[in-house]
């Protein structure tokens, strides 16, 4: 297994803060868990599936965004719930074709968050390389009938404007692939931080028409202020998006929670913003912020109902075998290619695959 010193440690300043703080319905289109006999053969981006065999993308297909809900292509309102990989550089050995078969047919997934980091040895030192890790990732997912959000994991620095040409670059790339699929949603930063609203809105409207010039089509996911938390981490809170949302439709807004930190507060404002704002969970875990540490499950199932509720997506992180308790599987795993049932999972694994199947 590829070693680093710290991957992901979440929130370097604002989070540790939070340790410290107090706490403060419609109807569902249900996406299939019907995986059997899904085809793995490449073509692309067509979402392949075996003839008479549903999936997520057959069942549903060309998402949109539909008020402040996430709609199939019949305009019925769905929660796609899934996995995030961790970072390619470090853990592609956990995304291959017996793993994804796994995610697809045995936990039911309907989504793959596909997590390219930019910085921490990922695409800034071979874009080339990281491109066609991240359409390979892509592939395998909507191949199997699951919906891939790819995912442009800025972190450190937190002003998403310091990748902006590298950013062009790569959803250019991934949107002239993937124009005519309809498997794919555009995560465009992943944690925006120490920078205000105006500056996160500012990047989104130079990025998204870039997305839009290729794949006029497909949802795009904005990353929030403070680690994607609606400025709730910084003190703020949802309306300063509310009041000042992205220049652009088919856009949804994105909050990312951990569940042994982020108590009530993030809960309210997760439900406040949700009846005002299309949002995606694009992440979460349920330990603390650094992903790791106990599990509360019971904060993090009180997070569930509330999107299971108003159909609000979500993706947990992640879907490794990192030394955390936030990765799923236990270590060793994933360079084995052990995937299949729960004795090679986490405690948390176990919990989210459950979650996800039910």
Known sequence: MSQHPVPHTRGRRGRRALLALSALGIMTAMLSPMRAGAATTSTGTAPASAAGVASPISDNGQLKVCGTRLCNSQGQAVQLRGMSTHGTQWYSQCVTDGSLDVLANEWRADVLRVSTYVQEGGYESDPQRFTSLAQKFVDGANQRGMYAVIDWHMLSPGDPNFNLERAKTFFTAMAKKYKDSPGVLYEIANEPSDVSWATVKSYAEKIIPV????????????????????????????????????????????????????????????????????????????????????????????????????????????????????????????????????????????????????
């Open 211 to 358: 997305i839009r010039a290729q794949d006029p089509d497909a949802v795009v996911l904005v990353g929030t202020r403070a680690w994607s938390s609606f400025g709730v981490s910084d003190g703020a809170d949802e309306k300063e998006v509310v009041n000042n949302p992205v220049n652009a439709s088919n856009i949804m807004y994105t909050f990312h929670f951990y569940a042994a930190s982020h108590r009530d507060e993030y809960l309210a404002a997760l439900d406040r913003a949700s009846d005002r704002l299309p949002v995606f969970v694009t992440e979460f875990g349920t330990q603390n912020y650094a992903g790791e540490g106990a599990n509360d499950f019971g904060q993090s199932q009180r997070f569930l109902d509330l999107m299971k509720r108003k159909n609000i997506s979500w993706t947990n992180w992640n879907y490794s075998d990192d030394h955390r308790s936030g990765a799923v599987f236990k270590e060793g795993s994933c360079n084995a290619g052990n995937f299949s049932g729960t004795g090679v999972l986490k405690e948390a694994g176990v919990w989210i695959r459950d979650r996800i199947r039910e």
